[in-house]
T-cell receptor
């Protein structure tokens, strides 16, 4: 089954304790992205990657890191989490370049993070 | 960066056709228009995508006027299960543009 998986699905942590949210896709997609979703703000892009070892900042990159060492994996790293990073996080992937239109992004199930 | 403006919410009744309009005045030449649907605590799901004129698939139609500064998602005969948030998205992977989702439109379908 074609899918994007994220782990963990739920995480409660404390300020300053480094954490990693994993993301993996099995569709051989080149393009992957991380979003955060907060009430009233919709989805905002944190980082994206066009291919292995190619990443770039989205709209809200501060406080986050990413890496793309393998095509299928795109982990999100919070080196020193703070309460304002409490949010719902989504990983997404898509085939790039998509023929014709831009194709669709496939989203993971989400990771709900609480930073105390 | 092409931003989008949508109504915050809409109400409808089962069996009606629903049209949700999105404004994107700064759309670039290479940008496509994509609509996603999101249920609570789930990731967004692709509905439809287009560049100009009209696109139709098994679940929706997308109308794009010649100037491409707006677009309308049309959902025929909605049901209760169509209650969700709908996002209009403008972007282009070819130009490595960042995608802007906006706040979306909360569609509430009533019986």
């Amino acid at each position: 089954e074609a899918q994007v998986t994220q782990n963990p699905r739920y995480l409660i942590t404390v300020t300053g304790k480094k954490l990693t949210v994993t993301c993996s896709q099995n569709m051989n997609h080149e393009y992957m992205s991380w979003y955060r979703q907060d009430p009233g703000l919709g989805l905002r892009q944190i980082y994206y990657s066009m291919n292995v070892e190619v990443t770039d900042k989205g709209d809200v990159p501060e406080g986050y890191k990413v890496s793309r060492k393998e095509k299928r994996n795109f982990p999100l790293i919070l080196e020193s989490p703070s309460p304002n990073q409490t949010s719902l996080y989504f990983c997404a992937s898509s085939l790039f370049p998509a023929s014709g239109g831009e194709g669709e992004q496939f989203f993971g199930p989400g990771t709900r993070l609480t930073v105390l | 960066l092409a931003k989008t403006t949508q109504p915050i919410s809409m109400d409808s009744y089962e069996g009606q056709e629903v049209n949700i309009t999105c404004s994107h005045n700064n759309i670039a030449t290479n940008d496509y228009i994509t609509w996603y649907q999101q249920f609570p605590s789930q990731g967004p799901r692709f509905i439809i995508q287009g560049y100009k004129t009209k696109v139709t698939n098994e679940v929706a139609s997308l109308f794009i006027p010649a100037d491409r500064k707006s677009s309308t998602l049309s959902l025929p005969r909605v049901s209760l299960s169509d209650t969700a948030v709908y996002y209009c998205l403008v972007g282009s992977l070819y130009n490595f543009n960042k995608f802007y989702f906006g706040s979306g439109t909360k569609l509430n379908v009533k019986p």
